[in-house]
């Protein structure tokens, strides 16, 4: 399916006689935007979050409804969870028929029009097992063209379990595709060097299908050590489940270009750089776009010296091949686990009054990079800046990091002690005094042995949620959070003691094994249990795309406990319309919004039965009526309120 984001909003003016017939590139055999459906993660392979329907517009949105709920009878604690749980599902709806996966799992079908479920299927993952984190952001869909119409999985619904297997099931029916990998299911653990045999190597993110092929990632709890699982991404035969390429993000060959960026033999014995998140496909272009993450450990790179390309990068790779065609690195030599989170928009950009095929990527540093799509080239200027240097022995910081011009950057990237807030002027002064003990020179501080604030935290910036492109207006629309967390190394021969007296709640260890240090990160917090630095913690933004000017920023949602202040750390993205309206969740309270896209303004605001740390969909049920769905589920790490709901608003 093509990834050309500008088709839906052209096809929509041309349903209303607005303009000439569209230019065949950017419609795609299979993304028919009229008939209503929301067939990828993002709606189009490209992963716009855009919907080119209309019937919930500015006027009427005031008059939204619960339409349905469903319950998935999953909920966190079942029988009991290691791992922090959350609901990020964004269903499909493909002929009719929604399509989700649970944190745990379940894959289930409903119907498009009552919410009744059709089928559910279970992975059956045991709960007892140890992970990074319980989650599903949800499952991809594939039309098999070839195959017979009555012939069994001739639409498959493809997910990653969190225990690390990729599954193909038919869409009909729940059933496992007998003739995918063995009965339906991969194991991918295979050929990788798992080092924890029952923890942090998982499939969390819907796989990407891309010609004939399924392409998987995986998700690595990289703070263990540095000699961990590498994060290979592979692409499997969509009918048989046969290996047909993979790509390791760390160099695996003298001869790679990459290699000359990872001192010594650290590539040999590195970890990580997985693709987590969600891709991108360009189908006409033959390409799949990857965000890629950090090298293992996160805090100190001592062990792996250099700018570590293909880390911290989104890499455009050949479909039929996996061969890199071009990367570009938003972070060079990664200290502060600022991995590529968000799926990379694939968009047509206006320059010199040209379109030229573009990707948006959105980061945890608030920083967005346009970039030509064919080449990766930005589109909009970007350059190196000095940056801190590294106190740490043996570490040795990147002298320069490279910084968009436009758009600026979406978040703050400083916090001094004069910047310090409290709710109270003893809660201020606290924050204060911490500040000042601490390192604090900016984005891009090393982490250290005293404690470096790093602001934006790991949280982002934008997350996984990611950014949703308005065509019709040429507009991005993305999440921010502005939470500062404090990073403290600890040298090896007293990091069992530190753990033992120093841990508290919020107070996060790691051991970093094969390195000097350990370390342990905290969100940098009043001792009142607010953020030291000042409202709001979260915003929507939006962008123009052409010019990388700020349109309108606003608070986005409020902390159940402080509902007089607005702007809520968040988790979630946001969907747009041709209508004017953005719909979102991932605040931590418990309501879904609909903001103007002009202006920024909240249009509506619906309660939801538990918070929606997910991306909302929407689609044109088969009655002809339009509905907004999403999952409504909760996240334990943000102590929101936990469901288990999908729930879906339409005009009365």
């Known amino acids: 399916m093509t990834t050309q984001i500008a088709a839906l909003a052209l096809l929509a003016l041309l349903l209303a006689g607005c303009l000439p017939e569209p230019p065949r590139d950017l419609l795609a055999p299979g993304d028919d935007g009229s008939r209503g459906e929301w067939p990828n993660?993002?709606?189009?392979?490209?992963?716009?979050?855009?919907?080119?329907?209309?019937?919930?517009?500015?006027?009427?949105?005031?008059?939204?409804?619960?339409?349905?709920?469903?319950?998935?009878?999953?909920?966190?604690?079942?029988?009991?969870?290691?791992?922090?749980?959350?609901?990020?599902?964004?269903?499909?709806?493909?002929e009719g028929t929604l399509f989700f996966s649970t944190p745990y799992n379940r894959v289930i079908a409903l119907d498009a029009e009552t919410?009744?479920?059709?089928?559910?299927?279970?992975?059956?993952v045991d709960r007892t097992r140890r992970l990074a984190l319980a989650t599903s952001r949800g499952v991809s869909a594939w039309l098999d063209a070839a195959a017979r119409p009555d012939r069994e999985c001739r639409r498959r619904i493809f997910v990653g379990t969190v225990d690390a297997r990729l599954v193909a099931l038919d869409a009909a029916t729940g059933a496992p595709c007998a003739d995918f990998g063995r009965s339906g299911q991969i194991d991918l653990?295979?050929?990788?060097?798992?080092?924890?045999?029952r923890c942090c190597y998982q499939v969390t993110s819907p796989p990407a299908v891309v010609n004939g092929l399924v392409v998987v990632g995986s998700a690595i709890g990289d703070n263990r050590g540095a000699d961990l699982e590498r994060g290979v991404v592979r692409a499997y035969d969509a009918?048989?489940?046969?290996?047909?390429?993979?790509?390791?993000?760390?160099?695996?060959?003298?001869?790679?270009?990459?290699?000359?960026?990872?001192?010594?033999d650290s590539w040999r014995r590195t970890g990580a750089a997985n693709v987590w998140s969600v891709m991108s496909v360009d189908a006409e272009r033959g390409l799949v776009l990857l965000p890629t993450s950090s090298p293992s450990p996160d805090f100190y790179g001592g062990q792996r010296r250099g700018a570590n390309v293909y880390a911290n990068s989104v890499v455009a790779l050949r479909a039929a091949t996996g061969e890199v065609v071009w990367h570009f690195q938003v972070v060079h030599h990664d200290l502060w686990d600022y991995d590529v989170p968000a799926q990379p928009v694939l968009v047509t950009m206006p320059v010199e009054g040209?379109?030229?095929?573009?990707?948006?990527?959105a980061t945890k540093m608030g920083h967005v990079f346009v970039l030509h799509r064919e080449t990766g080239a930005p589109l909009l200027p970007v350059e190196e800046r000095a940056v801190p240097k590294s106190?740490?022995?043996?570490?040795?910081?990147?002298?320069?990091?490279?910084?968009?011009?436009?758009?600026?950057?979406?978040?703050p990237a400083r916090l001094t002690p004069d910047d310090a807030w409290g709710l109270t002027p003893v809660e201020r002064d606290a924050c204060r005094a911490r500040i000042s003990r601490l390192r604090s020179e900016g984005i891009f501080t090393p982490p250290s042995l005293e404690g470096t604030v790093i602001f934006p935290g790991y949280s982002g910036g934008t997350n996984w949620g990611g950014v949703s492109h308005d065509p019709a207006r040429g507009l991005l629309i993305t999440a921010t959070n502005r939470l500062p967390f404090v990073v403290t190394?600890?040298?090896?021969?007293?990091?069992?003691?530190?753990?033992?007296?120093?841990?508290?709640?919020?107070?996060?260890?790691?051991?970093?094994?094969?390195?000097?240090?350990?370390?342990?990160?905290?969100?940098l917090m009043s001792p009142g249990g607010l953020p030291c630095n000042a409202p709001p913690w979260g915003a929507l933004t939006a962008v123009e795309l052409a010019t990388g000017d700020v349109r309108w920023e606003v608070p986005l949602g409020v902390s159940p406990e402080l509902p007089t202040i607005p702007g809520s750390?968040?988790?979630?993205?946001?969907?747009?319309?041709?209508?004017?309206?953005?719909?979102?969740?991932?605040?931590?309270?418990?309501?879904?919004?609909?903001?103007?896209?002009?202006t920024g303004s909240v249009l509506w605001s619906g309660e939801l039965p538990a918070s929606a740390q997910a991306t909302p969909m929407t689609y044109r049920a088969p009655s002809g009526r339009q509905l907004v769905v999403i999952a409504a589920g909760g996240h334990t790490a943000l102590r929101t309120k936990t469901g288990d709901h999908i729930v879906a608003f339409g005009l009365p």
């Open 569 to 598: 750390v968040n988790l979630g993205g946001a969907l747009t319309t041709a209508s004017g309206l953005i719909f979102i969740g991932a605040a931590r309270d418990a309501r879904l919004r609909a903001f103007d896209v002009e």
């Open 354 to 361: 040209k379109p030229v095929p573009a990707v948006v990527v």
């Open 41 to 94: 993660y993002g709606n189009d392979a490209g992963g716009s979050r855009y919907s080119p329907l209309t019937e919930i517009d500015r006027e009427n949105v005031g008059h939204l409804r619960v339409a349905w709920t469903y319950r998935t009878g999953e909920t966190v604690g079942e029988p009991g969870s290691y791992a922090h749980y959350a609901f990020e599902a964004t269903p499909l709806m493909v």
């Open 489 to 523: 190394l600890v040298p090896r021969d007293r990091y069992q003691q530190e753990r033992t007296t120093s841990a508290r709640p919020g107070r996060e260890f790691a051991a970093q094994r094969g390195t000097p240090y350990g370390m342990y990160r905290e969100a």
């Open 115 to 124: 919410g009744q479920k059709r089928w559910a299927w279970d992975a059956k």
């Open 189 to 197: 653990t295979e050929g990788i060097n798992v080092s924890d045999a």
């Open 391 to 411: 106190t740490v022995p043996g570490e040795e910081a990147s002298p320069t990091q490279p910084f968009p011009i436009r758009p600026r950057p979406l978040v």
């Open 239 to 264: 009918r048989t489940g046969t290996l047909r390429w993979s790509w390791d993000p760390i160099p695996t060959r003298e001869s790679d270009p990459a290699r000359a960026t990872w001192a010594g």
